[in-house]
């Protein structure tokens, strides 16, 4: 109880790097280890021990010094805060190459997402299914959305519909969107939109490889 | 020419917004529109004009006032920049569900990205292939990367094995990681690591439904 109540103070930045440590403790774990230090997780994921600290105490973890963090209890914890334990069922528009990919992608179950339908506007594809989750027709989506109340979209349709096609989902009650096309979509503030533009990715680290290839013919300088 | 000896001066965020940029020019451009203005593209997507006409100076565009953007020239200068039109090939380590599912993906060709081959340590995946990408056993990883000197890995392995897996890829001379496992691996520096954690983007949509959800029954105070 009191971690949900303290689950929304915590600054995204200590959010985006929980998963790691999450990652980190489950690895412990698994290994049979029982307890874990902040300087332990520190070295392995790459961050200042105080920082990790600071990021644990949102999570009412509180290590004990010279023993370190309980760590099923840090596991169970983390994995309550980040919601990762429950299941958040979803639709997924647009099922081309990246969305029929997501939908093939049971792990992500794992971390809390349940696509229960896919909806694409190829006639072709209704009726279909993929990884056992169905696919129907887009002009399906109203009536199956009265009954199940989905609050999560997954936006993997093609750019030119992108806009749209969100703006109709939020005026069919989805709450959220995981937005995985390179544009960025304009909705009402209360919107959640989650941006994870994978390919913007690419273009990061083509430009990094080049740097380090121009650093190397440099001999180093400018690193 | 000169568009290639600017790229490496484009710090980060800019060229972590240009993607939306061309998703936006190109769309203007599939509906037969010859210029697009920064205010345009702001409006689109959501970002300070003066911070895309900044952006897009480092693409050495410059727009003319009233007219704006020489549309079929910004699509192209930009996809030059962003490495997009080029071929970087890339193999794949783990295919379990998520690395499968980029095999599938054959959307990431559109950005440059080419997977010529997958790796995973199971041998009944070995002989097998994915959207016509061939599968083979991890222990032939030494001797195919001699032949093809592949520079970027795709990183979807069991957590567990994520580090020495990256560390075995670099030992074989390759230069770039995409890391799409939750785990934050250490290498050495000149070696581009490219985090993309698709499940870690979960936690963070959960945690910002849940405020909305709570600001929703405070009336929207707290917003």
Known sequence: MVVSQLRNMIP??????????????????????????????????????????????YVAVTGRTRVGYDLPALVSHLEEVLQFGQV???????????????????????????????FDAKYELSGTSINRIPVHHISRFPELQKQMGVKIGVLTVPVGVA??????????????????????????????????????????MYNRMQAEAQDGLLGGYGS
Chains 1, 2 share one sequence.
């Open 12 to 57: 995204e930045p200590a959010l985006r790097r929980l998963p790691w440590y999450l990652a980190c403790a489950r690895l412990r774990l698994a290994k049979g280890e029982n307890s874990l230090s902040s300087t332990q997780i520190a070295r392995e994921v790459g961050v200042e021990a105080s920082v990790v600290a600071k990021d644990l105490s």
């Open 88 to 118: 958040h069922r979803a639709f997924l528009f647009g099922v081309g190459n990246l969305g029929g990919a997501l939908m093939q992608d049971s792990g992500l179950r794992q971390f809390g997402l349940d696509i229960v339908a896919g």
């Open 163 to 204: 806009q749209e096609t969100a703006e109709m989902l939020v005026a069919q009650g989805v709450r959220a969107i995981w937005n995985f096309t390179p544009l960025r979509i304009r909705l009402p503030e209360d919107v959640v939109v989650q941006n994870t533009s994978i390919y913007a990715h690419l273009a990061l």
